[in-house]
Protein backbone atom coordinates (compact mmCIF):
# COMPACT_ATOMS: atom_id res chain seq x y z
CA UNK A 1 0.00 0.00 0.00
CA UNK A 2 2.95 2.42 1.07
CA UNK A 3 4.88 1.95 -2.01
CA UNK A 4 1.32 2.31 -4.28
CA UNK A 5 1.06 5.89 -2.35
CA UNK A 6 4.67 6.96 -3.30
CA UNK A 7 4.01 5.88 -7.11
CA UNK A 8 1.06 7.79 -7.13
CA UNK A 9 2.83 10.62 -5.47
CA UNK A 10 5.70 10.70 -8.21
CA UNK A 11 3.00 10.02 -11.19
CA UNK A 12 1.27 13.23 -10.11
CA UNK A 13 4.14 15.18 -9.93
CA UNK A 14 5.10 13.93 -12.98
CA UNK A 15 4.93 16.93 -14.88
CA UNK A 16 7.17 19.43 -12.89
CA UNK A 17 10.12 17.09 -13.74
CA UNK A 18 9.34 16.91 -17.05
CA UNK A 19 11.42 18.19 -20.04
CA UNK A 20 11.34 21.75 -20.87
CA UNK A 21 10.53 21.75 -24.80
CA UNK A 22 11.16 25.18 -26.43
CA UNK A 23 8.08 26.74 -28.02
CA UNK A 24 9.43 26.06 -31.43
CA UNK A 25 9.81 22.27 -31.30
CA UNK A 26 6.23 21.98 -29.82
CA UNK A 27 4.75 18.61 -32.06
CA UNK A 28 0.71 18.92 -33.05
CA UNK A 29 -1.14 16.12 -30.76
CA UNK A 30 1.22 15.09 -28.46
CA UNK A 31 2.03 16.32 -24.76
CA UNK A 32 4.44 19.13 -24.03
CA UNK A 33 5.83 21.26 -21.13
CA UNK A 34 7.24 24.67 -22.09
CA UNK A 35 8.47 27.85 -20.18
CA UNK A 36 8.34 31.23 -21.03
CA UNK A 37 6.73 34.24 -20.35
CA UNK A 38 3.25 35.59 -20.94
CA UNK A 39 3.26 37.97 -23.47
CA UNK A 40 -0.39 39.02 -23.15
CA UNK A 41 -3.44 38.06 -22.28
CA UNK A 42 -5.68 37.53 -25.15
CA UNK A 43 -9.33 36.69 -23.22
CA UNK A 44 -10.30 35.63 -20.27
CA UNK A 45 -9.35 32.04 -20.78
CA UNK A 46 -6.10 32.49 -23.16
CA UNK A 47 -2.89 34.17 -23.11
CA UNK A 48 0.25 33.90 -25.29
CA UNK A 49 3.14 32.31 -24.01
CA UNK A 50 6.67 33.20 -25.72
CA UNK A 51 10.17 32.12 -24.87
CA UNK A 52 13.41 32.62 -27.29
CA UNK A 53 12.03 30.42 -29.96
CA UNK A 54 8.87 32.21 -30.71
CA UNK A 55 5.31 31.91 -29.04
CA UNK A 56 2.38 30.29 -29.12
CA UNK A 57 -1.04 30.32 -27.81
CA UNK A 58 -2.27 28.98 -24.45
CA UNK A 59 -5.89 27.97 -23.85
CA UNK A 60 -6.87 27.79 -20.00
CA UNK A 61 -10.97 27.49 -20.85
CA UNK A 62 -13.26 27.33 -18.94
CA UNK A 63 -10.62 28.66 -15.93
CA UNK A 64 -9.39 32.20 -15.84
CA UNK A 65 -5.87 32.68 -16.43
CA UNK A 66 -3.80 32.08 -13.31
CA UNK A 67 -0.73 34.10 -14.50
CA UNK A 68 -0.07 37.95 -14.87
CA UNK A 69 1.60 39.30 -18.15
CA UNK A 70 5.34 39.66 -17.47
CA UNK A 71 5.57 36.55 -15.41
CA UNK A 72 7.18 33.23 -16.02
CA UNK A 73 5.52 30.77 -16.20
CA UNK A 74 5.99 26.76 -16.84
CA UNK A 75 2.53 25.15 -18.96
CA UNK A 76 2.58 21.41 -19.23
CA UNK A 77 -0.79 20.23 -21.80
CA UNK A 78 -1.86 19.13 -25.18
CA UNK A 79 -0.98 20.68 -28.15
CA UNK A 80 -3.86 20.62 -30.70
CA UNK A 81 -4.04 19.57 -34.23
CA UNK A 82 -5.09 22.75 -35.57
CA UNK A 83 -3.51 25.27 -38.66
CA UNK A 84 -2.09 27.50 -35.70
CA UNK A 85 -0.55 25.36 -32.84
CA UNK A 86 -2.64 26.12 -28.82
CA UNK A 87 -1.57 24.46 -26.02
CA UNK A 88 -4.64 23.04 -24.13
CA UNK A 89 -3.22 23.47 -20.70
CA UNK A 90 -3.40 20.61 -17.97
CA UNK A 91 -0.93 22.52 -15.43
CA UNK A 92 0.90 25.72 -15.16
CA UNK A 93 3.36 26.22 -12.48
CA UNK A 94 3.87 30.39 -11.85
CA UNK A 95 7.66 32.10 -10.52
CA UNK A 96 6.63 31.57 -7.43
CA UNK A 97 6.42 28.20 -7.55
CA UNK A 98 2.60 27.98 -7.54
CA UNK A 99 1.18 24.95 -9.45
CA UNK A 100 -2.18 25.27 -10.88
CA UNK A 101 -3.81 22.34 -11.89
CA UNK A 102 -6.73 23.31 -13.96
CA UNK A 103 -9.20 20.57 -13.50
CA UNK A 104 -12.19 22.21 -15.30
CA UNK A 105 -10.48 21.41 -18.58
CA UNK A 106 -11.40 22.43 -22.37
CA UNK A 107 -15.77 21.81 -23.18
Known amino acids: MRLALVLAGLVAA ?5 NITPIADVERGSMTTVSGVVERLLDEDEF ?25 VTVSGFVDNDVFK ?3 AREITRADGTVVTLDRRYE
Open 14 to 18: APAFA
Open 48 to 72: RLSDETGNIRVYVGPNWVPADVGEM
Open 86 to 88: EIY
